[in-house]
């Protein structure tokens, strides 16, 4: 089944906007990256030119720049050798604004990535460069280009993107925030909502439910989506050992969410202890440092930092684990042994997690989501926001049923934060203290605003 994409119209925006920069789209691996721009391209220009890095077409690019890299001393050089590149590669080639060339696993190659400059200000066509583990652009042979390109993300399917494919994207559109729908509707959007959790939004397994219905085919394919994960990123270690601490790692990230939630003093060091109980020493903090920086890297895991007092100023950084999928988020926690109760929970958070990130920058503060304490409860609050519209403080509490919590309540009642926003998975939503209190249903999460004050 087609899955409809809303990186699409951002697509459309770039091409509009025409700022002359090349395009990098970044993404975990089996988000729907060459799928989504292929589709993009051959609908939108006149003219494609798709290589890539990993197959014979990358192989037979690099042939071309090798071509016109000859030269004998005291013979004319090839005035623009790049664009000689890709008339060899492609004599249909033109170099104008009804074409677009996609430079797909662009990770593959530093020759080529260097290119970049070069796309950006010596060539009138549209470029976009693409991979699953830019992660690999870090090495001192890739050379980053500031200024030349612009990024978009494409992560795993939104919820707004998974109602869309079971026919619900008007409804989670179109119903009441505070509960002003028919109570029905919330039931029949909560019911996608649960399915969602369950399965996440990796394309190929939400196809896969759609198709069979089920939840073991289901499971299967995150395993089989780890498993290539895994496995490709071996090529990009040294260390044969450091291959090995990926799956240990995805336990040991769902340990630390089950564990006890305050932070920890050091995410490296804790899951050392979790991982491997400091039995050998044959993998040493770096080993695992750098496997954690890779999973970040390729859109397996992101951060969320600590504020302590719901304090803008004092935030400590990198404090806390979440995946970047509720699907792989519900798979590797149930499989450390957690309760239903608690998958439940985890995977709630998970979700709010991910809903603030997008935001990050647009209308919230810092640089990762933050979760705060309080020293006067000695109790958290699941997500502290610091708005750049309002430059008003919101408590964001996240609730699997329909409870409250008690430490988001004494931080408003002691002018902490100016807003409380209750995401809760048994609502239909509803206002008190004259708007200040905001119970959200949570699947809603995406369209709170943090604009109230303004």
């Not at 609502?427 to 995406?446: E, N, R």
Request: hydrophobic share 35%; charged share 30%.
């Amino acid at each position: 089944m087609e899955l409809k994409r809303d990186i699409y119209k951002n697509l459309l925006r770039w091409k509009k906007d025409d700022t002359g920069k090349v395009l990098q789209v970044s993404g975990a691996r089996q988000v729907g990256k060459t799928h989504i721009l292929k589709k993009f391209a051959y609908e939108n220009f006149r003219h494609v030119v798709y290589i890539s890095m990993a197959e014979s077409s990358g192989e037979q690019f690099l042939q071309c720049l090798d071509k016109v890299g000859e030269w004998e001393p005291g013979t004319p050089r090839e005035e623009r050798p790049v664009h000689k590149a890709f008339e060899l590669f492609d004599c249909d080639f033109r170099d104008t604004k009804d074409t677009v060339i996609v430079i797909d696993e662009i990770q593959e190659s530093s020759r080529v990535f260097n290119l970049v400059r070069t796309l950006a200000r010596e060539f009138d066509c549209y470029a976009i460069i693409t991979g699953s583990y830019l992660g690999r652009l870090l090495s001192k042979e890739f050379f980053l280009p500031a200024g030349d390109f612009e990024d978009l993300t494409l992560e795993t399917l939104t919820f707004a993107e998974f109602a869309e494919a079971f026919g619900k994207r008007e409804l989670y559109e179109n119903i009441d925030l505070f509960g002003g729908s028919d109570p029905v509707k919330y039931r029949e959007l909560k019911a996608c909502f649960e399915l969602y959790q369950r399965i996440g939004g990796y394309p190929s397994v939400v196809n896969m439910y759609l198709e069979h219905e089920s939840m073991e085919r289901c499971d299967a394919e995150l395993g089989r989506l780890m498993s290539i994960f895994t496995n490709e990123s071996k090529r990009y270690f040294d260390d044969v050992m450091e291959t090995d601490t990926f799956e240990k790692l995805f336990h040991g990230i769902a340990v630390t969410l089950i564990r006890e939630k305050q932070g920890v003093g050091d995410l490296v060091e804790d899951l050392s202890k979790i991982v491997y109980k400091q039995e050998s020493g044959r993998f040493t903090k770096k080993m695992i440092n750098h496997a954690i920086s890779w999973l970040r890297s390729s859109h397996i895991i992101g951060y969320a930092g600590k504020s302590i007092d719901c304090d803008y100023l004092n935030i400590k950084e990198n404090d806390r684990f979440y995946f970047l999928d509720v699907g792989i988020a519900h798979f590797f926690v149930a499989r450390a042994g957690a309760d239903e109760a608690t998958i439940r929970g985890i995977v709630a958070e998970n979700f709010v997690y991910l809903t603030l990130l997008r935001r990050i920058s647009k209308d919230i503060a810092g640089n990762a989501p933050w979760f705060a304490t309080y020293g006067k409860t000695k109790g958290e609050l699941d997500f502290y926001v610091r708005s750049i519209v309002d430059y008003k403080n919101y408590g964001v509490e996240v609730k699997a049923g329909s409870h409250s919590g008690n430490t988001v309540t004494r931080l408003y009642q002691d002018g902490k934060i100016d807003y409380i926003y209750y995401l809760k998975g048994e609502t239909c939503g509803g206002k008190a203290d004259d708007g200040k209190i905001l119970t959200v249903p949570i699947y809603l999460a995406d369209r709170i605003a943090f604009d109230i004050g303004d």
